[in-house]
Nanobody
Framework: QVQLAQSGGGLVQPGGSLRLSCAAS????????MGWYRQAPGKRREMVAR???????LWGDSLKDRFSISGDKGKNTVDLQMNSLKPEDTAVYYC?????????WGQGTQVTVSS
């Protein structure tokens, strides 16, 4: 069973920055991709970004203008740097990993952008 441990998040003012981190458990051999999704109240969960072990990045919407994703395949970690945050970025952010043909999710962390 793969476990994903998230850290980071919290409350930030509009225009501010936050960094989210996620580490997969040692049992996570054969990771095909890691990334981040988010779910705002009353909305569907949506992809923020994914990264493969070879460094290929996939982005949801137009977030790559303000966000960046990085990963360390040796450590099975993925980080999301979020800059120029807007109130509409407020959501629960979930770490994601694709291992073999199975999807795994972190526990979620709240990001609130508000003055």
């Amino acid at each position: 069973q793969v476990q994903l441990a998230q850290s980071g998040g919290g409350l930030v003012q509009p225009g501010g920055s936050l960094r989210l981190s996620c580490a997969a458990s040692d049992s996570a051999a054969g990771i095909n991709a890691m990334g981040w999704y988010r779910q705002a109240p009353g909305k569907r969960r949506e992809m923020v970004a994914r990264i493969t072990p070879s460094g290929v990045r996939l982005w949801g919407d137009s977030l790559k203008d303000r966000f960046s994703i990085s990963g360390d395949k040796g450590k099975n970690t993925v980080d999301l740097q979020m800059n120029s945050l807007k109130p509409e970025d407020t959501a629960v952010y979930y770490c994601y990993a694709r291992v073999g043909d199975k999807d795994y999710w972190g526990q979620g962390t709240q990001v609130t952008v508000s003055s």
